[in-house]
């Protein structure tokens, strides 16, 4: 019984919460890993990217509130996702028209790109905070949670409760179908595989005669529905604050590269490697200790190996590793 | 003379603005304008050594500039004796614990040859030392932090004047710097940009978290002045007359006594701020003035010439002969403690250290715009751009304000949209950044002041 107990423990307070945490990060990871492998720059606009996409799902999930149009038990955040994807896609084509293309098509190199890509962050940055504020907002609605602590502890018995959020289904859920789309697109289809091979080697492909222009119209499609469904659904889950979509770019970075900068499934994986390590490490394991050792032997510290507010600083501990020792990351990058 | 004409004019526009500003607005907004700027200048230096002389990114400005801030801290406050005999003792333990970890850790490294025991026996003593050392220090940590907590709550500092904390805070951004570079310099150009970007959220998460040593985010308050308190100047006799001299003209319209007291007062009252800011501003362009003549015999020296060889074509240089490695690392130390001195130099006008200011938009990536802007590798550049963006940066909510009464004069005060755009007025300055930026780098790639080297 104890037994059961710590690992419910765990399941709440480690496995769920980092599960959920890790698909808001592997989305934006692969975002970033994407715009690397093709466009070939890091995009420093990333987390603000995601944020406007995530201000659009909110405008829209508004409109749709005021018009009594609800989902149920369901957000109705999930109603607007596809319109506010159309929109970012717009906003991202534009950018791209404006600002990238011309370094693109004078092969500046990838420096003077992420700079602009600066440029680009302050803009949207700008856009987000004129448009919606810098305050903290909420926009979930319907049915919070799918199973409640208090629920699971009557239904098992058990003195550790099991609380799953209905958010936390959703993301899952939505990354694991979006990640296998994605997947599936890139290996299988002829655009996907022109793709890979504008990534691979630039020169070649356009030698066998792949369109360069379509293939950075797809790589931004696909970069606005990526953005827009990972930020909603961080949204979704925690709460949209402009600041703090800035500041989830550094562990999507850290992901990204982890997973191997210009590797998508590396990129997937690396979101989780980083959310994992940051709630292992930072998770205090005195009460999990308690259920597995006899009483005698119970410890009296909390046992947290960091305290929580190093959560950011493990994953770039992590990420500085992972630079010294393995430069292509732990799944070898640059094979889209 | 001909050929410095731009930068002239260029630095005459800059300071015809800031004297508008005096003139129109306040002198003291002009004068902390003036003074930011100054300090963003020194920044830019720093920033322009490492992008502009050697081509090295460092996105961790934020870092060094809060090490900077820290060494203020460290320098100026009075040590805690309370404190320091709660724990310090442990502490200082803890401290050479770790530096005996590092030196057994380089003997090991130096003496026995790479493989993977190596590897493993290395992570195994820093894993072991750190939970030694938190084992050590938490107690002592703990008691440190309860004494006196709302005052106090950390060990103080050596109780020296601040302004010794401007070299200070150069060295310690200067280790930090050595560190960084011996681990990140080897990596590609974007991935050290990302790379010291973390590693400078790091710092500045210990900073805020370490209690101990900086009060973390309950700030620390009432920094010592190298400069003479307002407060105090009021009541000085020559000051009086000082100010009553300037303002003789002023003064001798109003005929009544006890007005004349009042609005001498007031004065008063004013000249002693911006008189402080005066001061600042004297010992802010004393440093600005020391580090341009500096950096500018540096650039047009032998070292210069091979730093920009080095940049401009790194395998060259190194089939020449010149270390680019060690070059790269000293470079990387040099304009980050340029950054470290101009940390401390932000803490002391402001007398405060506040860890939770330290963000990446303000302290990172607004300084590369001053730096690309300006012109990066021309020094006159980085300054001019420290200048100007910090200027655009106070002044855009002013001509965002203006902007948005000009356009939506017509619609009436109740209007929802002209209600929204006032009210988002602060964020506008987000844009001009952005766009200035983009503009630069799309037209005038290489800055306003671009660089320019003649081969004599």
């Excluded at chain 2, 406050?77 to 030196?103: D, K, R, S, T, Y």
Aim: net charge positive; hydrophobic share 55%.
């Amino acid at each position: 019984m104890d037994f059961l107990n710590a690992i419910i423990l765990l399941l709440n307070y480690i496995f769920v919460p980092a599960l959920t945490y890790g698909s808001q990060l592997a989305l934006g990871a692969i975002f970033v890993t994407l715009i690397y492998g093709i466009l070939r720059f890091a995009n420093f606009a990333t987390g603000d990217m995601m944020s406007l996409g995530t201000m659009f799902a909110i405008l829209f999930t508004w409109y749709f509130q005021s018009l009594g149009i609800s989902l149920g038990v369901l957000p109705t955040a999930l109603l607007a996702i596809p319109f506010a994807i159309i929109l970012t896609i717009i906003y991202m084509l534009c950018v791209d028209k404006f600002v990238f293309k011309f370094y693109r098509v004078n092969k500046s190199p990838p420096v003077q790109l992420a700079m602009v890509s600066i440029g680009v962050m302050f803009v949207t940055q700008a856009v987000v905070r004129i448009v919606i504020g810098p305050g903290d907002r909420r926009f979930f609605d319907g049915k919070k949670f799918l199973i409640k602590a208090s629920e699971f502890k009557e239904m098992t018995g058990l003195n550790e409760g099991l609380a799953i959020k209905s958010t936390q289904i959703i993301t899952i859920f939505i990354t694991l179908v979006l990640v296998s789309i994605l997947f599936w697109f890139l290996n299988k289809t002829k655009t996907g595989k022109s793709m890979k091979a504008y990534s691979d080697n630039e020169d070649l492909a356009l030698l066998s005669g792949i369109d360069p222009k379509r293939i950075v119209l797809i790589t931004w499609i696909i970069a606005g529905i990526l953005a827009t469904i990972g930020g909603a659904l961080y949204g979704l889950d925690k709460s949209f604050k402009p600041f703090t979509y800035f500041n989830n770019m550094l562990p999507i970075f850290a992901a990204a590269i982890v997973g191997g900068i210009g590797n998508p499934f590396g990129a997937f994986l690396g979101g989780y490697v980083i959310a994992f390590s940051e709630i292992f490490l930072t998770y205090a394991y005195k009460k999990f200790f308690m259920y597995i050792l006899p009483e005698s032997l119970e410890p009296d510290s909390l046992l947290q190996l960091l305290s929580t507010d190093y959560k950011f600083a493990v994953s770039f501990s992590i990420l500085v590793i992972v630079l010294l020792y393995r430069p292509s990351g732990i799944f070898k990058g640059k094979v889209l | 003379m001909r050929k410095n004409l731009n930068v002239i004019y260029a630095y005459t526009i800059m300071l015809g603005l800031i004297i508008l500003v005096g003139i129109f607005q306040s002198w003291n907004v002009a004068l902390s304008i003036l003074n930011m700027c100054l300090i963003s200048a020194v920044m830019t230096m720093g920033a322009n050594i490492q992008w502009g002389y050697a081509g090295l990114i460092n996105f961790g400005i934020m870092g060094y500039t809060a090490l900077g801030g820290l060494a203020a801290v460290l320098i100026s406050v009075a040590p805690v004796q309370e404190a320091w005999q709660a724990g310090g003792f442990n502490i200082i333990m803890c401290i050479w614990l770790i530096v005996a970890m590092v030196v057994i850790i380089k003997f090991i490294l130096k003496n026995f040859k790479k493989s993977k025991i190596r590897s493993y026996i290395i992570a195994g003593i820093i894993i072991g030392g750190i939970i030694f050392i938190r084992i050590t220090s938490e107690q002592s940590i703990e008691a440190i932090e309860s004494v006196n907590p709302a005052t106090t709550g950390f060990l103080g500092g050596l109780g020296l004047p601040i302004v010794f904390s401007w070299i200070v805070g150069a060295l310690f951004a200067a280790g930090l710097a050595f560190i960084v570079g011996k681990v990140a310099l080897g990596l590609r150009a974007d991935y050290l940009a990302i790379a010291t970007l973390l590693i400078s959220e790091i710092v500045i998460a210990i900073i805020k978290h370490e209690d101990w040593l900086t009060r973390g985010v309950k700030n620390v308050v009432g920094l010592k002045r190298p400069v003479p308190y307002e407060i105090e100047l009021q009541t000085k006799e020559w000051f009086i007359n000082l100010v009553a001299r300037f303002n003789s003209g002023k003064l001798e319209l109003i005929s009544n006594l006890s007005d004349k007291q009042a609005a001498l007062n007031q004065l008063v009252i004013e000249g002693s701020s911006v008189f402080v800011k005066l001061c600042y501003s004297g010992l802010f362009l004393i440093v600005v003035l020391i580090l341009l003549i500096i950096t500018q015999k540096a650039l047009y020296s032998p070292w210069g010439r091979m730093m920009r060889a080095i940049r401009d074509n790194e395998e060259a240089a190194n089939a020449m002969g010149k270390n680019v490695v060690k070059q790269h690392l000293l470079i990387f130390i040099l304009g980050s403690a340029i950054v470290g001195i101009a940390g401390a130099m932000l803490v002391t006008q402001d007398g405060l250290f506040t860890p939770g200011s330290y963000r990446p938009m303000r302290y990172t990536f607004l300084i590369w715009v001053m730096v690309i802007v300006g012109g990066s590798g021309n020094n006159f550049g980085a300054i001019l751009g420290g200048f100007a963006v910090w200027f655009l940066w106070i002044e855009a909510a002013p001509i965002a304000l203006f902007l948005i009464n000009l356009f939506t004069s017509g619609l009436p005060e109740t209007n929802a949209l002209k209600a929204h755009l006032l009210e988002s007025v602060p964020y506008f300055r987000y844009l001009m950044m952005g766009i200035g930026l983009l503009l630069i780098m799309r037209y005038r790639p290489k800055g306003i002041l671009p660089e320019k080297i003649e081969i004599k």
